[in-house]
């Protein structure tokens, strides 16, 4: 396995890589993802193998272009070539039927297929020079927190991919806003790095799926444990008194908490919900190595990227 920087030179190595049946680590604007090409059912199968990912759970397919994404659905209805002009490239992921061309690897033999563009330029550039949807999901263990960082994606695959392209630091830091559609309308299967507001500005009122959170046949990757740090995470109110004790340690929102934790990571110190989503996964991580037993992790707003955020801390304490 190695580690390389996203320069050209080794983007067309790690496209190289990908058309070879290799599977490639690297970075997109939400979590790192674990590659490999869409269209290689063999491929695919071993980025199963590498995360330890039950079959079940379907991939989402990284595509260059519009143009390029539609061919890997059946057909695109008008709302969600809507979405599609305004948010990509970007965190938004669309369920729609799929075409033939979509292997059942890719959608654990569901009939639809997840897609998105990703607005990374690295991610982009990788995807444009494989010529070839990349299959990516989040590139950790299966159920353990989601990698914003190459190293964190080491710490957990270490040598399963061929290669992984360090990028820095996702710019987003929560996965990709998950958007079905039923009888024409939006429907909300996981909230991720696009706010559902914006979403509603454009496709009309989405509802939320029936099972979302729950493992369903809508959402069948959305386990309710998932995202899973090593210690016991307890969702608080802000400033709610807890007993700090040795082996706890404190995830606030924006105010360090009084008394004295074995280790504390605030999200965002002026309470902006961008800021502290792109820095969640990073201090769980964080939190995580302190060897605390216990993650006392405050409550944030339920809206905007709030919704993401809360998504991912019930999860993780499921
Ligand atoms: P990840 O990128 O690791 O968050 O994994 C991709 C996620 O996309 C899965 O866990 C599913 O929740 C979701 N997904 C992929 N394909 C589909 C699909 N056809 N229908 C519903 N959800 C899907
Ligand atoms: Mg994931």
Redesign the pocket.
């Known amino acids: 396995m190695k580690l390389l920087k996203t320069t050209p030179r080794n983007i067309k190595l790690a496209a190289a890589l990908i058309k070879a049946g290799g599977v490639v680590a690297f970075p997109t604007e939400t979590?790192y993802?674990l590659g490999a090409d869409g269209f290689n059912p063999a491929a695919c199968a071993r980025i199963f193998e590498i995360?330890r990912?039950p079959r079940f759970?379907?991939?989402?397919l990284h595509a260059a272009s519009i143009k390029q994404a539609a061919t890997l659905f059946k057909r695109v209805p008008a709302p969600a070539l809507r979405l599609m002009k305004r948010f990509w490239p970007g965190p938004l992921?669309l369920?729609l039927p799929?075409s033939a061309a979509v292997p059942d690897i890719?959608?654990?033999g569901?009939?639809?297929?997840?897609v998105r563009v990703p607005a990374n330029p690295a991610a982009r550039a990788l995807v444009k020079a494989a010529g070839r949807p990349i299959a990516?999901?989040?590139a950790?263990s299966f159920g353990r927190l989601?990698p914003t960082t190459a190293a964190h994606v080491k710490k957990q695959l270490g040598s399963g991919p061929d290669l992984i392209l360090d990028g820095g630091k996702t710019r987003i830091g929560v996965?990709?806003t998950?958007i079905?559609f039923i009888k024409g309308r939006p429907v909300l299967?996981?909230p991720g790095g696009l706010p559902l507001e914006e979403i509603e500005k454009i496709a009309g009122t989405a509802a939320r799926a029936p099972g979302a959170g729950r493992r369903s046949p809508?959402?069948?990757?959305?386990?309710k444990k998932?995202y899973a740090p090593a210690a016991k995470l307890r969702i608080i109110a802000p400033g709610q008194r807890v007993r700090p004790g040795g082996a706890a340690a404190y995830l606030a929102f924006s105010k360090r908490p009084a008394g004295k934790f074995r280790a504390v990571q605030v999200l965002s110190a002026g309470g902006d919900l961008r800021e502290a989503a792109a820095a969640l996964f990073s201090a769980l991580h964080k939190l995580e190595s302190s060897g605390a037993r216990t993650i006392y992790a405050e409550k944030v707003p339920p809206h905007g990227l709030g919704r993401a955020i809360m998504d991912r801390l019930k999860r993780a304490a499921a």
């Open positions: 979590v993802g995360k990912r759970d379907p991939l989402i992921t369920v799929k890719v959608t654990a569901l009939a639809t297929v997840a990516a999901p989040s950790n989601s996965e990709s998950i079905t299967l996981r809508a959402a069948p990757g959305c386990l998932h």
